[in-house]
């Protein structure tokens, strides 16, 4: 059965410091996506990356990276240079592409970013 | 670009009352879903759709009920409201099978009591 394990409910970190937030999953499709949202205290959902499970590179948008090992089965996020505006609760996705295309989530990570 | 919307944005039930979440995306999004999440968790995927006319159970659909009648539209419905379903109910989109995020919606925030 899919899952998704984020083992971390929180973290502080102090500003300007580079975060990772641990993400795990686990799947017998060869074909899924990996995604990552944040969700800050208005309580939106706010897409960060995606990584399709055939990309041979890391994904990036701006500050955020997604460090994807495969064989781990892990698909970590990366805030580089992190600023007040992270805090937040981040959640990490699954979506299985040739099953039922469905999207599961993690339980999330609440990030603390200190000034 | 309205993107996906929900209303009503807050709502208190009565144990048993009933009501529909309304989410409307303006996208020609195939796939619609909806989730919950209860305070401090993730979302729990409740049912979703890849299509107008097709709907399917997520991991928690006991309670309630999904009709997808256009591409645009995809109600969420809940008979006889329980206190275990108070919770922020979250609609999402996404373009097709596999590519990229969804889009989700604000949330409404349901109380029962």
């Known amino acids: 059965a899919q899952k998704i394990t984020q083992t971390q409910p929180g973290m502080f970190v102090q500003e300007k410091e580079a975060v990772t937030l641990d993400c795990t999953y686990d799947?017998?499709?060869?074909?899924?996506?990996l995604f990552w949202y944040k969700q800050p205290s208005s309580g939106e959902m706010i897409f960060l990356i995606y990584?399709?499970?055939?990309?041979?590179q890391n994904a990036t948008e701006g500050r955020y990276s997604l460090n994807f090992q495969k064989a781990r089965k892990s698909a970590n996020l990366v805030i580089s240079a992190s600023q007040l505006g992270d805090s937040a609760m981040y959640f990490c996705a699954m979506r299985d592409l040739n099953r039922d295309d469905k999207i599961i989530f993690g339980k999330g990570t609440r990030l603390h970013i200190l000034p | 670009n309205a993107g996906v919307t929900q209303t009503p944005k807050f709502r208190i039930l009565k144990i048993g009352q009933s009501m529909t979440l309304q989410c409307t995306q303006d996208m020609n999004h195939n796939y619609m879903y909806w989730y919950r999440q209860d305070p401090g968790m993730g979302l729990k995927l409740i049912y979703y759709?890849?299509?107008?006319?097709?709907?399917d159970k997520g991991e928690v659909p006991n309670g309630y009920n999904v009709s997808r009648s256009t591409t645009e539209d995809f109600p969420l419905r809940l008979e006889l409201a329980a206190p275990s379903q108070t919770s922020v109910y979250f609609c999402?989109?996404?373009?097709?099978?596999?590519?990229?995020?969804?889009?989700f919606g604000p949330g409404t925030r349901l109380t029962v009591t």
């Open positions: 759709s890849v299509g107008a006319g097709i709907t």
């Open positions: 990584q399709g499970s055939y990309d041979q």
């Open positions: 999402a989109s996404s373009y097709s099978k596999g590519l990229g995020e969804q889009y």
């Open positions: 799947t017998s499709d060869p074909s899924y996506g």
